[in-house]
């Protein structure tokens, strides 16, 4: 009989990274967001100095503000700091993580997902009439037209200013998607005017969050009109009796009308 001894040899690789996650919604416009960076193995001595952060646009001051977690995975805390722009979190090739055998990190680690930063607050650039001006309908639209696109924009985000004789004038309804929303305005009774605005309270907001900066009330106007035209006179412009062939009579009308013709007459 012969015995025959085997000796078997682990060879353990040292620690990489696997991914890095956003655990937070973006865009954001949050002071704070928070990555899960996950290791091939469970590892030890990871702190935040094995980090940095890389910015893009206007974002400055971003930071690494913590890091928790044991085993194969850590959640890592960065300030965004201010500005717009983008943040990814790195891991740096003089990180000094290691795994539980001692075996140094490979790194370093720099194919994280974005944080698409967004502090700056919508603001209404233009709300602007749809329909012909001055206007007897019962609803006309407006277009409102926002820096960027925005979320939440309904009714009751918006109010009505009218002048003169305008009255039961109300909201109908909010369309549309992005930058731009189109409000259908019933015109009530009477004549005035009625201006379309945005409210101070208004709750619009842009993909990142940030709320609506309020209120808009440079909007155009509609001219209200909803009084029939009448005719106040017919008066001769020649003598009562006249050989004349042909004669003038001056007519006039309680406005300003359009389209009249000889075939509106009858003699």
């Known amino acids: 009989t012969v015995n025959h001894s085997v000796s078997v040899i682990y060879v ?49 001051g971003a930071s690494i503000f913590g890091v928790s977690g044991t085993g194969t995975t850590r959640n890592v805390t960065v300030l965004t700091g201010t500005g717009n722009g983008t943040i990814r979190l790195d891991v740096r090739n003089t990180a000094t993580i290691n795994d539980v055998v001692g075996n140094a990190f490979v790194g370093p680690y720099t194919a994280g997902p974005l944080y698409d930063v967004d502090k700056t607050v919508p603001t209404v650039t233009s709300i602007t009439r749809v329909n012909t001006n001055p206007t007897n309908r019962n609803s006309v639209v407006y277009t409102v037209t926002f820096s960027e696109a925005v979320l939440n924009a309904g009714g009751l985000d918006f109010i009505l200013t009218t002048g003169g004789g305008v009255t039961g004038a109300s909201i109908f309804g909010v369309s549309g998607t992005g930058t731009t929303r189109s409000v259908t305005v019933l ?17 619009i907001n842009d993909v990142a969050g940030n709320a609506l900066v309020g209120p808009y009330t440079a909007g155009q106007v509609f001219d ?44």
């Open 12 to 60: 353990d690789e040292p620690p990489t990274v696997t991914s890095i996650t956003r655990i937070n919604a973006n865009p954001t416009n949050r002071n704070s967001v928070v990555y899960t960076v996950t290791f091939s193995e469970s590892v030890l001595n990871v702190g935040g100095l094995d980090f940095s952060v890389t910015t893009t646009g206007s974002v400055t």
């Open 224 to 267: 209200v009109d909803k009084t029939l035209p009448t005719v106040t006179s017919i008066t001769r412009v020649n003598p009562g009796t006249t050989n004349l062939n042909a004669v003038v009579y001056t007519v006039t009308f309680s406005e300003a009308v359009l389209n009249a013709g000889g075939l509106d007459f009858i003699l």
């Open 187 to 203: 015109t009530g009774t009477g004549n005035g005017t009625i201006r379309l605005d945005v409210r101070n309270t208004a709750t």
